[in-house]
């Protein structure tokens, strides 16, 4: 799961670099912590969430052999 | 333009040229130093440029390919990319086996998706006008079909109740295809309302 939101987010980023992915593992959820330079905020967020959101449904189509969702923080 | 040559007085200085003429990033360029800047006597007598050689590694439906199948990797599903470009559009169809999780309910993931890879190539390759399309198992002709046989089934029964009828939110591609289903009909009129991404087409009453 780190693998795939850091893959679409550094395509998205002017500093691929300063992507960072922390993932946390509970009983229902996966979180994806992520956190990208200051001026590129915006960039994975969108206007009115729309880029945060397309991201957040891609993620949930990926095969993680159980049930559990996955839940997209991104982080300051 | 897939390769170009610069100078500057840095070697930094002509690799930013090369990457404000291509309009492509900085990991999509193959840099190789032709000549090395030298200073000269007082910066000016004998003063030599550094000059180098730029090459875009992944031109846009190549980057999108390349791109797409390390994603279907990492969403651990099974699935071949092709690309298909023109002057328009760059389509990129996905096949495998179990990949309906890429097309989501009504197409919804598949959108979502679409609308982040048009993102992506639009951040990765400034300037370019190109649409991306993408499709999972012949989903969006399917859908076509879906749409153009539900237009003509509403657009009949808007002529027999004389009221209009409001359809779900659509894509504007979708949305496309309604308008042209019906465009020739001679008993109703169709329109578009409400902001995006919840727009509906109305089928009305001529």
């Known amino acids: ?76 | 333009m897939i390769e170009i040559e610069t100078t500057g007085r840095t070697i930094d200085e002509a690799i930013q040229k090369a990457l404000d003429t291509l309009g492509v990033k900085r990991n999509n360029l193959d840099i190789k130093v032709l000549s090395e800047p030298a200073q000269g006597l007082f910066n000016l007598i004998g003063a030599k440029d550094a000059r180098i050689n730029a090459k875009v590694l992944f031109p846009p439906a190549q980057y999108l390919e390349h791109f797409l199948a390390e994603l279907i990797k990492y969403m651990n599903l099974e699935g071949t990319v092709a690309v298909e470009e023109d002057e328009e559009k760059i389509i990129a169809s996905i096949n495998g086996k179990r990949i309906g999780s890429l097309i989501g309910r009504r197409g919804r993931t598949l959108n979502e998706l679409q609308y982040l890879l048009n993102t992506i190539i639009k951040r990765q390759f400034s300037g370019i006008k190109k649409m991306i399309i993408v499709d999972v198992e012949g989903y969006r002709e399917r859908r076509e079909k879906t749409l153009t046989q539900l237009a003509k089934s509403i657009a009949r029964k808007v002529d027999r109740l004389g009221e209009e009828q409001v359809l779900e939110p659509m894509t504007p591609q979708e949305r496309r295809i309604i308008h042209l289903a019906l465009k020739g009909d001679n008993n109703v009129i169709t329109y578009s309302k409400g902001e995006e991404p919840y727009r509906k087409v109305v089928i009305a009453p001529r």
């Open chain 1, 1 to 76: 799961m780190k693998q795939l939101l850091e893959h679409i987010v550094k395509a998205l980023v002017d500093e691929p670099e300063k992507v960072e992915v922390h993932e946390l593992e509970g009983e229902s959820f996966i979180i994806l912590e992520l956190r990208v330079a200051p001026d590129d905020m915006g960039k994975v967020i969108g206007k009115q969430g729309r880029i945060a959101r397309a991201i957040r449904t891609v993620v949930n189509a990926a095969r993680t052999g159980d049930k559990r969702r996955v839940v997209v923080e991104i982080v300051q």
